[in-house]
């Protein structure tokens, strides 16, 4: 079963908007990964946050957590064209199992 | 630095062939996972091997098999494929399971059963 779930399931923006995403899960957590996954091709790591950290920045990335809430957001400043993937978000937690959610689909539009 | 190697890319099977999938990772980790992605569904585990020598069922591991050859290879295999068992199947390795580590993908194996 999935533990993350993003928020929306489809993203469409111009390119220089920012993008959000969000992601909720439901226990407790070590940490919190997202990824990017261009078309035809792996996932690839984004950020981590740690469950004691509330936000962590990685050039034009954001990543905020409230862990109270079971709740991250993923931020994208200034998105390009080369933006446009699936983002997911993967739950590290005592049982040692990560886990992701079903994936957010952004289109940043040149 | 190839990172990730999996092969095939691309197979269709029939129903009840089999086959086997394969994976190799050159960044000496330890650790290694097999998923599969379906529409909507995100990854799910299906094995992962935490060391060289072991081996252990994820969350949907019925109808694969797995072996972890040498500390590279990590291998995938189908007995009697079903059409359920179409998907995208990914490899990943990290340093080390349950530490955060994060994980490094391959590029995929796209399976089709008939």
């Known amino acids: 079963s999935q533990q993350g779930e993003e928020d929306p399931q489809a993203l469409s923006i111009q390119e220089g908007e920012n993008a959000t995403m969000n992601c909720s899960y439901k226990?407790?957590?070590?940490?919190l990964q997202w990824y990017r996954q261009n078309s035809g091709r792996g996932l690839v790591h984004l950020i981590l946050?740690?469950?004691?950290?509330r936000e962590k920045h990685s050039g034009r990335l954001r990543v905020t957590l409230d862990t109270s809430k079971k709740s991250s957001s993923l931020l994208i400043t200034a998105s390009r064209a080369a933006d446009t993937a699936s983002y997911f978000c993967?739950?590290?937690?005592?049982?040692?199992?990560?886990?992701f959610g079903a994936g957010t689909r952004l289109t940043v539009k040149p | 630095n190839a990172g990730v190697t999996q092969t095939p890319k691309f197979q269709v099977l029939k129903t009840g062939q089999s086959m086997t999938l394969q994976c190799a990772q050159d960044?000496?980790?330890?650790?290694m996972y097999w998923y599969r992605q379906d529409p909507g569904m995100g990854l799910r585990l299906i094995y992962y091997s935490a060391s060289e020598g072991t081996t252990d069922k994820g969350e949907v591991p019925n109808g694969y098999n797995v072996s972890r050859l040498n500390k590279r290879e990590f291998s995938l295999r189908l007995e009697s494929a079903a059409p359920s068992q179409t998907s995208v199947y990914f490899c990943a390795s990290n340093l080390y399971r349950g530490t955060g580590q994060p994980q490094h993908f391959g590029d995929g194996t796209r399976l089709s059963i008939l």
């Open positions: 226990t407790s957590i070590n940490n």
């Open positions: 946050i740690r469950s004691n950290e």
């Open positions: 960044m000496n980790h330890n650790s």
């Open positions: 993967a739950t590290d937690s005592n049982n040692n199992d990560m886990r």
